[in-house]
């Protein structure tokens, strides 16, 4: 009698113990559509901007003071951009997508910031000292990087694409953007 309820009182508190354990969490990891959709982010912000100061190049009043504010919002896009890259943590690349996509997606980026920047600067050659300040190219490169950090070989991939923009990154000083691609 005693037995069965020593083995009773065993069965009760395992019951239990199993009843309030919490289930074990499954972590999703990110995948490339998680990158993807930073960049498209990017890219709905740089769609608004850029052509803002691509505006005021074409009509010769791409003042400094017109200028700084736009650069200084696309350089906090870049920043968001690179920060949301960096909280995916590790990629899941078997989940479709691939660096090759990504490449694709961030390369008409970097040409259109290279090549409205520089219109720009020819309007108004002042703004390549103001680029430097705003930290333009430090912000582009946290991105490249940390699309490299996510996914290898992304950046052999866009340097292929970005040849013919290298002699812009160039003119406009984007030191580490250019070294990061090895252009």
């Not at 709905?44 to 803002?52: E, M, S, V």
């Not at 300040?133 to 490249?144: F, K, M, T, Y």
């Amino acid at each position: 009698m005693i037995l069965s309820r020593v083995l009773f009182s065993f069965f009760a508190i395992g019951a239990a113990s199993v009843v309030a354990s919490p289930a074990p969490t499954i972590e999703k990891r990110a995948d490339v559509s998680d990158v993807l959709s930073a960049v498209a982010t990017l890219k709905n912000a740089t769609d608004t901007i850029l052509p803002q100061i691509d505006s005021l190049a074409s009509s010769k009043t791409a003042s400094i003071d017109a200028v700084t504010p736009l650069i200084t919002e696309l350089t906090s896009a870049l920043g968001t951009a690179a920060s949301s890259l960096g909280s995916l943590g590790s990629i899941d690349t078997s989940s479709g997508g691939s660096a090759t996509d990504v490449a694709n997606a961030v390369a008409p980026i970097v040409s259109d910031i290279a090549t409205t920047i520089s219109n720009a600067q020819s309007v108004t050659p002042a703004i390549g000292s103001l680029l430097a300040g705003l930290g333009l190219d430090a912000a582009l490169n946290q991105v490249l990087t940390g699309l490299e950090t996510l996914l290898s070989g992304v950046l052999n991939l866009l340097a292929t694409l970005l040849t013919d923009v290298a002699g812009l990154l160039r003119s406009l000083a984007f030191g580490l953007t250019l070294a990061s691609l090895g252009l």
